[in-house]
């Protein structure tokens, strides 16, 4: 009987995680998505901190930051998580929008862009540029919160939040 009790007990869990989930995307839906809204920092927080392996989140606006599209780009392991530059910039391009906003847990609980993330995200806000798009800012989610690049960047006294920027200073650190 306690295994009955412990499924129901998961069951019932997971389905409030699915019910906090539609809650925070309504947040997103209903309003322009702002980098450092609540409604953002709820849907990232409820989507990626408790994840025990790195996911990438990709949310697609249009040039009024409406979200056209938030998509799981891609699952990885405890440490990494794939991160296709050119399947990001197509799906842009696919969906029509002209801002992107990304999004990636660190299940260590670790608030710092690693090497690969500054790398990975300088190479696709060169990319997006080029197209036109707008890469808003890359985000890490722990289960403490999380840290933006653009954040990062203003706190070391700059005024303009641009992310490439943002993660170079991260680099030369």
């Not at 989507?47 to 891609?74: F, N, Q």
């Not at 500054?118 to 989610?141: K, S």
Request: charged share 20%.
């Amino acid at each position: 009987m306690r295994v009955a009790d412990d499924r129901r007990v998961v069951a019932l869990l997971q389905a409030t995680r699915q019910v906090l989930r539609q809650v925070t995307r309504t947040g997103l839906d209903q309003r322009p998505v702002l980098p450092h809204s609540a409604a953002l920092n709820a849907y990232l927080m409820t989507h990626l901190a408790d994840e025990a392996d790195e996911h990438v989140r990709i949310l697609y606006l249009t040039a009024g930051s409406r979200l056209i599209a938030d998509e799981l780009h891609g699952i990885g392991t405890p440490t990494s998580a794939p991160f296709s530059i050119r399947t990001i910039a197509a799906r842009a391009l696919e969906v029509r929008a002209m801002k992107v906003i990304v999004a990636h847990n660190h299940p260590s609980g670790t608030r710092e862009f690693s090497r690969a993330d500054i790398a990975q995200t300088l190479a696709l806000d060169h990319a997006l540029d080029a197209l036109g798009i707008e890469l808003v800012d890359h985000f890490i989610v722990t289960r403490s919160g999380f840290v933006s690049a653009c954040a990062a960047k203003r706190q070391r006294g700059r005024s303009t939040p641009q992310v490439a920027p943002a993660l170079a200073m991260a680099a030369a650190r």
